[in-house]
Every structure is written in structure tokens, then in C-alpha cells.
């Protein structure tokens, strides 16, 4: 472990498992294999709506060492779930294709397989509708929009501030759906013990998975111990449990033994979530000297038949920009698809590549620099809610980043700059994402040896959250990291909230801080020294956490792009990535500058590459592997730069950090299309910026 000077939290301290990484003893969920394990492999439905009729398992359960094929006929019954995603084998209904229908339990995973392929599932089908249109006629307003938002907000006259404006920007933006592909697919191994249940799971947080599952099984929470010590990424798709886990669950309670089930990167594609496609219309309304007047946002989008997901697209338009009259949407549809979920800045990602491309496409029709027009229409406070911004770094972000990337002098005129035949642009984009913080419990005990171990449920999902609990445990304590021991990934250790919502770091945090305070007190009244037994203190910060002042708590961000577009191939490179944040204190530079780079490349990913395509007459996302949906590769990957200013907020939390983990992805498509404009004079508003929509209008 590298060690520096007090204080640790800031310090670019190693990740403080990464030998154990690195040299693969670190156990993931699939590498857990208890004594009479079994395999079990899921079969999918291959209608997108309908039910099945009946489901032969004759010939794959003759197959040798096949102990169980298990559907709605004949599986245990579950007490319903508030997800009914989760209502795992419990109906003849497909609410989409791809859903789990069976699964075949045997000796080896081959086994498995193979008996899986052979069993006959018969389904009544019924026509399906899978398409995303604005003019659905079964679109409707959600109650709340992910997390808990009002769908709708409306101040002033809009309508009116628009009909009068000088300017006006009037155009729909659409992004597609998005599948997340962390590193380490879904996995589940499950072990009943009588009415015990443990699970080996690759989660975001195994509280939450334990509350989720024990009482679908009719158990109190208690009796579910989920075990999650590495996570080999998730992006919100290992956020709430999904339909995996249940099945493992459930599979292992018919057979009466342990089972272990790993869902293939094809089948990610249907049952672990995705980004939904919107479509957005963003009009605003300016002066001729680029003051806003009006700003309204409204978005569509789709959830499945067997839960509503409604993605929050429009809320960050309610707090960026300065404008009197102001409204935002969204409209959902309910569609025989798979059901959409979390995916690194749900919302925040595809509303602001439309807000963002908007403000380019205003800067244009003002004649004002890009930066410059963003500036004019900062607000003092929070447009909509009227509260004070705790900190609200936007501008500094701007003009920082401007001076890193030589922004000055930059011709705005586009399609004109050609080297060895490409034309080259840059762009400019803003970046957004909330403050969140959530209850959590912590323990801090202090050794007879007079080292420390730190206890919470938190998750450490790749981002480094082991390695700042013990830099933020080792300050508290008044002690150096290598005197502190963080365990964490166990739903048996103090209940935590999720690693979701890039809020981790705040909410663990401050519950160890408050455990390592309480702890250190109690020392100090001991005279220094702890009993033999060793000493340990807790905390629970529900109160604290609710008790918090009222401000709008967001980060900010800009983002900006030097793009190379080939005009005869359409072929677009991305020379630069350039991202400057204003993100509280950063707790650890090393793992913190990850989480933008990563954030910032899964954005050019999103900018360029990612796209799941709709195949109608199926009713399915036809790409369903790494050959046919793209991400960016090391190729694609070229110079991406993150940068942070220093922002002193003290209504945050005891360590003052704003979360890190998706804000790197916001902007970055906006920044990169903006960009792709200013080189060809082409606007690209249909993500991904594919070579067709290139070459269309050349
Ligand atoms: Mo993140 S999409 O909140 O796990």
C-alpha cells in the first residue's frame, strides 16, 4: 500500500485491493463453488408477447445429470414482488421476448445447456407492439419519473415566451436504447441452508438484495446473506436485483442443493436492464443577444408491460439554465418489450446530449460563442425550485477547460477546416449530475493490536470505494491506512445504501466518519488506550441525512471534443476528450480520475457506437453480443484528459464530495456532435452519430 502524508483523504492513495486483484485472488460471485454444486442454465422466451401453452421437458430431463427442468408448472411459488420482473417462473404470461421461461438444473454447465436447448416450450403468441413513437396512443404521464421526481413542471407562460421570442430553437432529438456491458456479466450462486438463504451475487449492494429476496421467499431479511466482495462492474444494471438472482434462488430451493448461475453476455441483453431510447423535442426561446426566455423539454419513452420504469430525461433542463418561462415532460408507453433500467446517468446522459446540442444550435442562430452563451444564462439559483446552489462550479469548469483545450480565437464558422483530407471541428458541452446522499449504517472497531477494521454493506463495484473508506476511516481515526481494514460487500455487515446514484462515497462516508468519530470519543475518554476485548462504535446517519439543509446540490461539468471527420467514409474520430468538473473535494485523484475517464469514454461509446436495434417483426433487440452492439475500444479511445477545479462546499457532507461516478458520461455525446457539426456543418440529432447519417446530407 502506498502511503502519504496526512491527510489521506485527497491523496492518490493505491487501490488498496488491487494486489489481491490483479493476482486473482480476489473471488467473484461466479468463482464460489460450494460442495454439490449445480449448473443452472435459463431458457428464454422466443415470443415478444403471449403465453405459454405447455413446456415438454421429457427429453431434456433424460439427458444424464440433469436433476431438474423447472417453469411455471412446476416451480416453487413466490409471494408476488413490487418489481414484477422478479416474478420469476410464476405465470404462463411473456411480457417480452427474451424473458425467463425455464431453467434446467444439472451436474456440469454443459449439461445444463445442452438439456436447455432440447426442452419444448409451446407458446399461444399474441401480436406485439415494440415501437417507440411520440404519438403512441397509449402514452401516458407517469406519477413519478427515476428517482422520484414529478413528471411534469411548468413556470411562467412558455407557450407565450416562445411565440415572442427573437430566436427560437424548435428540434427533436432521439437517442436509442442502450445496453449496459460491465466487464463481469450477472452471476449468482445460491445455498440454502433450511429456511437460510446465502447468495454469492454480483450486485451494486447487498442490502438492497437481501431486502429484495427474502421476502419473495417468505423470510425475513435476516435469513438472506448476500456475499458481493468484488463486483467487476455493473453501471446501474447490477443496481436493484433482476430477474437472475431470483431464478438462482429459486432454482436451488426446488432442487435442494446449491446453484450456480451465470447469465451469458446474450442474455444480458434481455434481462438485466437498459437505457430506454427517447425522443425529445427541445425548444427555447432567446433574445437576440442570447438570453434565455423560454425553455421547454419534453421527452418520450418506453417501459415494459410488467413494470413501469420512467426515466428522469428532462430534469436536469429544470436546473441548468436561467429562463423565466420554463417547462419539462415526460410521457411514457408501456410496450411488450424488456423493461428498461438504470444505466450510468439514466436520464441526466440522453436529456442533456438534447438540451446540450439545443444550446450549440442557439449559440449558432445568436452568432455567440458557445461558452460564452452558456454564461449569460447561469442562474443565481435554482430556476425552479428557487433554492441556493450549494456550490455551482458551471462557469469556472467552462473557462478552465477553455484555457486547457485553446478554446480562444476558435473560428465558429463550420465545415471549413480540412488537414490530409479530414475535417476537423470541436465542440463544447455542459455536464450535470445531482448530489444524492442516503442513510446508512457503519461500525468502527478498534483491535486489542490497536489497528482499526471499518463495517458497511457498501459495494465496490471498480470505482475504488474500499480505497476512500479507509482513506476517509484512517483521518477520522487520526491513524494511516495501513492501520485500517474496510470490509464491505457483505449484506451481514451494517445495512448501506446501493452503489447507484454516484452517491457511495457521500453516503458511506458519512457513516463512517460518524462511526470513526464515535469510536476515537470513546478512545479519548479511555485515555488511548482500548480494552483487551478491543473497543467498537456505530452509527446510523438516517437522522443527520434527513435533518440536512434544504439547497439544490448538484456537480457540474464541461466537456469538450476535437473531432477528425473523414468526408468520403463518414468515418468519425474523436482526437480529444477534454473534461473539467467541479465535483466538491476529490477524495482519492488516482481512482477519482477513473471515474471521468471512464464516464467520458463510455460517452464517446455512447456518442459514436452504442446503439440496440429494435427488430419489429420479432419484437426483439436483434444485436446481442460485442460483434454487433459496439462499444469503444482501445482504437477508439485516443486522448481523454480529466480535470477538476477546486470547490470548497461545506452543506454537503463531512468530507464535502459530490459524487464522481456518472457525471463523466453526461455532455460527452453532446460535446463530441457538436462538434462533429462545427467540422462538417452537418447536425447529427439521431444518436449514435453513425456513418449513414453522415454521408446522408454531404
Ligand atoms: Mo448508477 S445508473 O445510479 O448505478
Known amino acids: 500500500m502506498t502511503t502519504t502524508a496526512r491527510p489521506y483523504v485527497g491523496s492518490a492513495l493505491d487501490r488498496v485491493e488491487g494486489l489481491e486483484k490483479v493476482t486473482g485472488r480476489a473471488g467473484y460471485a461466479f468463482e464460489h463453488s460450494p460442495d454439490e454444486l449445480l449448473y443452472a442454465v435459463p431458457v428464454q422466451a422466443v415470443v415478444a408477447r403471449g403465453e405459454i401453452r405447455a413446456v415438454d421437458v421429457d427429453a431434456a430431463v433424460v439427458l444424464p445429470g440433469v436433476i431438474a427442468a423447472i417453469w411455471y408448472g412446476n416451480a416453487p411459488r413466490l409471494a408476488p414482488a413490487e418489481n414484477a420482473e422478479l416474478d420469476v417462473l410464476q405465470s404462463r404470461r411473456v411480457a417480452y421476448r427474451g424473458q425467463y421461461v425455464a431453467v434446467v438444473v444439472a451436474e456440469t454447465p454443459e449439461g445444463a445447456g445442452e438439456a436447455a436447448r432440447l426442452l419444448r416450450v409451446e407458446y399461444d403468441a399474441e401480436p406485439h ?70 447468495l454469492y451475487d454480483s450486485t451494486q449492494g447487498a442490502s438492497a438484495v437481501r431486502d429484495t429476496v427474502a421476502p419473495l421467499f417468505g423470510l425475513p431479511p435476516g435469513n438472506v446473506r448476500v456475499v458481493s466482495p468484488h463486483v467487476g462492474g455493473g453501471f446501474g444494471s447490477k443496481g436493484a436485483p433482476l430477474s437472475p438472482v431470483v431464478l438462482a434462488a429459486l432454482a436451488a ?23 430506454t431510447p427517447t425522443i425529445q423535442r427541445v425548444r427555447l426561446g432567446a433574445d437576440i443577444d442570447g438570453r434565455l426566455t423560454a425553455i421547454v423539454h419534453d421527452a418520450f419513452e418506453q417501459s415494459s408491460r410488467i413494470r413501469e420504469f420512467a426515466e428522469q430525461t428532462t430534469t436536469p433542463t429544470r436546473m441548468m439554465y436561467a429562463a423565466p418561462h420554463r417547462r419539462t415532460t415526460h410521457r411514457l408507453v408501456r410496450l ?6 438504470w444505466m450510468r446517468a439514466p436520464g441526466e446522459a440522453p436529456g ?80 450535470t449530475y445531482p448530489v444524492y446522499r442516503r442513510p446508512s449504517r457503519a461500525t468502527a472497531r478498534c483491535e486489542p493490536d490497536g489497528t482499526f477494521t471499518v463495517r458497511i454493506a457498501a459495494a465496490d463495484i471498480g470505482t475504488g470505494a474500499r480505497t476512500v473508506l479507509t482513506q476517509i476511516a484512517a483521518d477520522t481515526l487520526r491513524t494511516s491506512p495501513d492501520r485500517v481494514r474496510v470490509e464491505i460487500g457483505d449484506s451481514a455487515l451494517p445495512t448501506a445504501s446501493l452503489a447507484g446514484g454516484s452517491m457511495g462515497t457521500a453516503s458511506w462516508g458519512t457513516a463512517v466518519v460518524r ?35 434544504l439547497f439544490s446540490r448538484h456537480a457540474f461539468g464541461a466537456q469538450f471534443a476535437e473531432v477528425a471527420v473523414d468526408p468520403d467514409s463518414g468515418e468519425t474520430r474523436v482526437l480529444r476528450l477534454l473534461g473539467v468538473f467541479a465535483a466538491g473535494r476529490i477524495v482519492n ?80 455525446a453532446a460535446a463530441i456532435a457538436n462538434a462533429v457539426h462545427h467540422a462538417t456543418g452537418i447536425r447529427v440529432r439521431d444518436l449514435p452519430i453513425r456513418l449513414d447519417r453522415l454521408l446522408r446530407r454531404s
Open 129 to 198: 407492439d415494440v415501437e417507440l413513437r411520440a404519438d403512441h396512443p397509449d402514452m401516458y404521464r407517469p406519477d413519478r419519473v427515476n428517482p422520484n421526481y414529478p413528471p411534469d413542471t411548468e413556470r411562467g407562460d412558455p407557450d407565450a415566451a416562445l411565440a415572442a421570442a427573437r430566436i427560437v430553437v424548435d428540434e427533436t432529438y432521439t437517442t436509442p436504447a442502450e445496453h449496459n456491458n460491465p466487464m463481469e456479466p450477472h452471476a449468482t450462486v445460491a445455498l440454502w441452508d433450511g429456511d437460510g438463504l446465502t
Open 253 to 275: 430451493k426446488h432442487v435442494g442443493r446449491p446453484v450456480k448461475l451465470a447469465v451469458t453476455r446474450q442474455q444480458m441483453f434481455a434481462v438485466t436492464g437498459y437505457r
Open 336 to 341: 411488450d418489450v424488456p423493461t428498461p433500467a
Open 352 to 431: 442533456m446530449f438534447a438540451l446540450e446540442s439545443a444550446m450549440d444550435e442557439l449559440a449558432l442562430a445568436c452568432g455567440i460563442d458557445p461558452i460564452e452563451l452558456r454564461i449569460r444564462n447561469e442562474p443565481d439559483a435554482d430556476p425552479e425550485s428557487g433554492l441556493p446552489f450549494s456550490s455551482r462550479g458551471l462557469v469556472a469548469c467552462l473557462r478552465e477547460g477553455a484555457r486547457r483545450f485553446g478554446w480562444a480565437g476558435r473560428d465558429p464558422a463550420p465545415g471549413v477546416r480540412r488537414r490530409d483530407g479530414l475535417l476537423l471541428g470541436t465542440g463544447v458541452a455542459a455536464s
Open 515 to 549: 462511526a470513526c468519530e464515535a469510536l476515537a470519543d470513546e478512545l479519548d475518554r479511555r485515555g488511548g488506550d482500548p480494552p483487551a476485548d478491543g473497543l467498537e462504535a456505530d452509527a446510523d446517519t438516517t437522522e443527520e441525512i434527513d435533518a440536512q439543509p
Open 589 to 668: 485523484p488516482k481512482t477519482a480520475r477513473s471515474q471521468f475517464v471512464g464516464g467520458m469514454t463510455m460517452g464517446l461509446s455512447t456518442a459514436l457506437l452504442e446503439e440496440s436495434v429494435m427488430d419489429r417483426e420479432f419484437g426483439d433487440y436483434l444485436n446481442h453480443d460485442f460483434a454487433q452492439y459496439h462499444i469503444a475500444t482501445f482504437a477508439d479511445v485516443r486522448d481523454v484528459e480529466a480535470a477538476w477545479i477546486e470547490e470548497d462546499d461545506p452543506h454537503l457532507n463531512p468530507m464535502g464530495s459530490k459524487g464522481i461516478g456518472e457525471i463523466g458520461i453526461v455532455g460527452t
